[in-house]
């Protein structure tokens, strides 16, 4: 991602543009799949930005909290970091570390037409997000 679209992303999500910020997500973006914060940290670290690990993890929650990344947990893992903030679900490999996007209009339909039938007592549902869990069979 270029330098013009980090900031516009940090302007339009109301944040001060600094050099470590446009650090770490030009990593998030450069990083795609997923990645976690560690290999951010590695990253940003390689390149001979001088961010301390800290800076780091509380900007990653900064930009989670206003909403320029997402946050994908794994049971299995640690926490890791999403660029793609339009809906969409998550394919996840068992045994290995690796999650893909997935986007099916369909589905989403499907599974707001059953909610919208079958509410759930007491529980308002804001967002659907399906977590699919299996073997990746392609490379």
């Known amino acids: 991602m270029y330098r013009e679209e980090i900031h516009a992303k940090l302007q339009q999500s109301g944040l001060k543009i600094t050099p470590q910020r446009v650090a770490i997500l030009r990593a998030v973006y450069t990083l795609q799949n997923?990645?976690?914060a560690q290999?951010?940290?590695?990253?940003?670290?390689?390149?001979?930005?001088?961010?301390?690990?800290?800076?780091?993890?509380?900007?990653?929650?900064?930009?989670?909290?206003?909403?320029?990344?997402?946050?994908?947990?794994?049971?299995?893992?640690?926490?890791?970091?999403?660029?793609?903030?339009?809906?969409?679900?998550?394919?996840?490999?068992?045994?290995?570390s690796r999650i893909e996007d997935y986007v099916n209009e369909e589905l989403d339909h499907l599974l707001e037409n059953f909610f919208l039938q079958n509410n759930i007592p007491g529980y308002e549902i804001n967002s659907i997000h399906v977590h699919i869990n299996g073997r990746f069979t392609r490379e």
């Open 34 to 36: 997923h990645p976690t």
């Open 39 to 96: 290999q951010i940290i590695d990253f940003v670290h390689e390149r001979d930005f001088n961010v301390a690990t800290g800076t780091i993890y509380k900007t990653l929650d900064t930009l989670v909290e206003k909403g320029v990344i997402g946050k994908v947990q794994n049971t299995e893992e640690a926490t890791r970091y999403d660029s793609r903030m339009e809906h969409h679900h998550h394919l996840y490999g068992d045994g290995d």
